[in-house]
């Protein structure tokens, strides 16, 4: 079962940058599609951005598309989210998540392991 850190959120300006990194503890992550999903104080939980497992597939939210860039580096089993032109709308809980498959997802309920979060606070 793989484990999942989520590392780099902070308070930041509007207008600003943050990039988050997912560390994984499983040496099988290569295998594993991967995504980014985010929960503001009372809202579900949504959709950010999602990456196959090669990095050559990736999926965005209409909300970050422009702006989010999702990357991932299997030799250090590690996935990435650089977050530029933050908006307040982007303040949030943002969640790393796994799924034992190649194939990619976008919703919630397709995805099996997460990580406890990581708090992006952005202020206008």
């Known amino acids: 079962q793989v484990q999942l850190v989520e590392s780099g959120g902070g308070l930041v300006q509007a207008g600003g940058s943050l990039r988050l990194s997912c560390a994984a503890s499983?040496?099988?992550?290569?295998?594993?599609?991967m995504g980014w999903f985010r929960q503001a104080p009372g809202k579900e939980r949504e959709f950010v951005a999602a990456i196959s497992w090669s990095g050559g597939n990736l999926y965005y939210a209409d909300s970050v598309k422009g702006r989010f860039t999702i990357s991932r580096d299997n030799a250090k089993n590690t996935m990435f989210l650089q977050m530029n032109s933050l908006k307040a709308e982007d303040t949030a809980v943002y969640y790393c998540a796994a799924r034992a498959t190649i194939v990619v997802a976008t919703t919630v309920e397709e995805y099996a392991y997460w990580g406890q979060g990581t708090q992006v606070t952005v202020s206008s």
């Open positions: 499983d040496r099988t992550f290569r295998s594993y599609a």
